[in-house]
């Protein structure tokens, strides 16, 4: 009739994963995560195969303008923008002789699914007309190639050689020579640090709190005093926070695995292979730092006396959850307070490998600060285990901390 | 082997500077149903509490066959606390299969002994129903059910009758009945003296953390029984004697009730009393739980 610990803290782990497999809400919360991964994986490489495509009506002294910004749109002119641009009159060669005398034909052309008509006026001044807006690309478009028509208008009128226009016009670049290169990146690392920021921290507050709210269930229902009468507390939260570190960790490796999936689907292998090289250290990270928070998730639900009190007891939780993501996310730029923060247990889990995405960390300095995390989570384990088991079995009113304290160290 | 049973002595404790136990002791018999009777607040939930081991009393020994309550023996306790403990959004078999494992039970016996259960106490339509969506009653029976699901060795249960109707009564006083005949130590607490006193073998009284009166029921009320005598005689429905050192408390269609002092006999009485007519009834009469509750109290 004995039960092992282990078989004991599984069974309670066990539980947990099930109730949590059979929320619909946490079900319906994942699908909607993995949706939004692989939509946002999906859509901008859809987007980023097609050239916008314009059309623009020109008169016959716009003309070399318009045939000069589709010249530039189709070569993919460095610092310009890629368009497919499709010149004509701006008089509908189909139609006969203009139906309403008192409608101009740039307005006629421009009924005509014509984006923006091209004029010159007397004094030379290149004119847009459009109905609404002119899109921005177009526009960048048509002002370089407005100056570019001038410029060759002027050196031809100065007698310059072809060579020399070609080295007014078109001047050879810079040459960039990087000293300590980094790594070509397809995606922004900032990028990558706010994708695992965010999805960290929605992750451990839902987890957190489902922690708490799992613990208070069991006090306001009273089952906690049968559980306790069989069940050391400490293994009862040690079960708890098992189940809930598993189904946490699961639940972000399959949102990352969706959003890798996805990528390398779109055929954005290169993606693919910049994320798993950094998604290990956050992985690593994120479940230590899970773990280091997890106790105190459930004394945060403990302190409570009913599901009501859990908006102010776990609000201390919130925070110490919400800090490090926006550190991470806003402090970018490497400095002593980044690296300082890259070793504080409650931002390291973040900032360290968001220091390592962006190449600034060496490669000794994530053991470091690992070391330093998973002291502080033994550290506040027992901290948690202490008032967790001075408070769960209090369920009459909201127990203070130092209740808890006192009565854990009895328990 | 004898089962064992369980001794508490000397619990004492003190929520902050409120004593809620003072000096508790009285023992739980196996094979019978002790009575755990008290007013509002005079420690028995306290004391219950503090056997299954969800309270760390300030002082005082709880012990099982003469073992102290270590985890082991705590876990072949059957306890039924107070505010009822389970999961209100759990299958009711699930929960009960649940909680078993908890305790030690193999997962496929578990299920068997949930099955069993749940159809002795008519509930086994409900078993994939949540628990919440029961009547309080049903839930109480499911409650019942987690209690003995492991088929404990010692069944402690805090109120296990309020809030049933009579035939609910009746099937889980068959219930903790039955246990106690397989020589369990069955203690339950109660508000209902009348339900308490028709069922119990052994009684534990506690007044203001301090337990007034405990043993057999029955000798509990010889104990205290005065000398007053109840007397029918037939024809005369109002008899009322005049002897000495006799006061009649009352005369009726009951019988006449009298109480004798030091010097009376009650032999005078009965003859009496057949001078008056054919007896149909003579005898001292106990003290009901009611009034032996009253008194201690007092």
Redesign the interface.
Known sequence: ???SRTA?VR??AG?EIA?KLRDKGFLASTAVFIAVIVLAVAVPALIEGDTPEYTVAADDAARPVAETAATLGAAGVPGLPSADITVGPIEDPAAGAPSDPSVSAVEEALARDVDVALSVDADGTVIITALEDVPGDLEELLAAASSLVTTQAVASAAGLSAEQLADLTAPTPPRVDLLEPKPEQPVPPELVIVIFGFLFYFTVLTFGIAIAQSVV??KS????????????IRWLLAGKVLGNTVMAFAQVLLIVGAGLLGASAMGQGEIVAQVLSVSGWFLAFFVLGFLMLACLWAVAGSLAARVEDLQSTTLYMQLAVMAPFFAAILIRDEGPGRVALSYFPLTAPLMMPARLATGDAAAWEPWVAMGIVAATAVALVAVGARLYAGSV?N?SARTRLGGAWAAGG?? | MTSPSLQITGLTHAFGDRTALDQVGFEVRPGRLTGFVGANGAGKTTTMRAIVGVLAPDAGEIAFGGRPMTLEVRRRIGYMPEERGLYPKMKVAEQLVYLARILGVAKDQAQDRADGLLEALGLTDRRDDMLHTLSLGNQQRVQVAAALIHEPDLLILDEPFSGLDPIAMDAMAERLRERADAGVPVLFSSHQLDLVERLCDDLVLIHQGRVVAAGAARALREERAGRRYRVEVGGAPAWRPALAGMTVIDAGAAGTLVDLDETADPQALLAAAQAAGPVAHFSRTLPSLADLFAEVVR
């Open positions: 009739m004995t039960t004991l069974l309670v539980r109730v269930e069991e229902s009273r089952v906690v005093e049968i559980l306790v009468a069989a069940v050391p079995l369920t009895r328990a």
